[in-house]
């Protein structure tokens, strides 16, 4: 039997192909749209202008030189007359030095520290100057109001500590010492001492401020304030004895200014929500 038999073939070779049926009348006059399909054009700038970019970049360098510089002539100045503020710092304590090069480090390191406190409000002001034009309307307002009310609270928390916190703990845990040893006291040691009776409570005392931020955004309610203030006071004891030295007068004294804080924060972001209600009304 012949597999190529007209009608009877099993294989079919490349060449037989079925013919193409011819059209009808009605077809032959229909257009069939053909889809052209467009290759997907990117953006060949980039995601930021370059241009604003750099500007942007010219303005924070400009503004960190000027940080800088206030840095420096603040470092210089403390530096030069350390001799003359010294005492306040001791307090008339007498501190030893365990070695001749810790003298210039214990130097370096009490300058450093109060020419970054001097120089705050103006590293603070130049910051602001830099993120104002990028901010919102009411974000700007937010800031511009309280910027000034966050850095005042610090400058309380810090002076509550060195004037009450940082003398009564320093004479109760040295009181504790003398006891039953020569208590003597080496100067890195004072200074790490007072700077941890002083600036965590220059952070804490923006408790109200923090809170006013988190009610503007929606986060935070008066109403969850006070549902969860017993956890709160909970953790408001921890972290008093983990930034305070281990004595329960320090502590003490931490906490009772962090639960006022903590009320005061409750009243006023009460008082913003009936603000808010009276304003809608």
Same mark, same amino acid.
């Given at each position: 039997?012949?597999? @190529?038999?007209? +009608? ?117 002001? *130049? ?6 034009? +990028?901010? %919102?309307? =009411? ?8 910027? $000034? ?5 610090? #400058? ?13 703990? @320093? ?9 039953? *040893? ?11 001492? #007072?700077?941890?009776?002083?600036? $965590?409570?220059?952070?804490?005392? =923006? #408790? $109200? ?7 503007? #955004? ?26 305070? $030295? &281990? ?9 009772? &200014?962090?639960?006022?804080?903590? =009320? ?10 009936? %603000? ?6």
């Amino acid at each position: 039997m012949d597999p @190529y038999e007209e +009608g009877k073939r099993k294989y079919l070779s490349p060449l037989d192909k079925k013919e193409a049926e011819p059209l009808t009348p009605v077809e032959a006059f229909v257009e069939v749209p053909v889809e052209t399909i467009e290759p997907d054009t990117e953006a060949d700038g980039p995601l930021f202008p370059i241009a604003t970019l750099l500007e942007h970049l010219t303005e924070l360098r400009k503004q960190i030189i000027k940080g800088l510089i206030v840095f420096i002539l603040f470092f210089i100045i403390v530096f030069s007359t350390i001799n003359s503020w010294f005492p306040y710092v001791t307090r008339g304590h007498s501190l030893i030095i365990l070695g001749p090069l810790e003298v210039v480090k214990f130097y370096m390191t009490i300058s450093t520290t109060l020419a970054f406190g001097l120089s705050m409000p103006f590293l603070v002001h *130049f910051l602001w100057s830099f993120v104002k034009p +990028g901010l %919102k309307e =009411e974000e700007s307002r937010f800031l511009g109001l309280y910027a $000034p009310v966050m850095l005042l609270l610090f #400058l309380i928390g810090v002076a509550f500590g060195y004037f009450i916190v940082n003398p009564l703990s @320093y004479s109760f845990l040295v009181s504790v010492g003398a006891a039953n *040893f020569d208590v003597m006291v080496s100067a890195n040691e004072y200074m790490h001492f #007072l700077v941890m009776t002083t600036v $965590p409570l220059g952070l804490l005392f =923006e #408790l $109200p401020v923090v809170a006013l931020f988190l009610s503007s #955004l929606g986060v935070l309610t008066a109403e969850s304030m006070k549902k969860i203030r017993g956890w709160s006071y909970i953790g408001m004891g921890v972290g008093s004895a983990v930034i305070t $030295p &281990p004595d329960f007068i320090s502590q003490l004294l931490v906490l009772i &200014p962090m639960i006022i804080l903590y =009320e005061i924060s409750i009243y006023l972001v009460k008082r913003i929500e009936r %603000k808010q209600i009276e304003s809608t009304a």
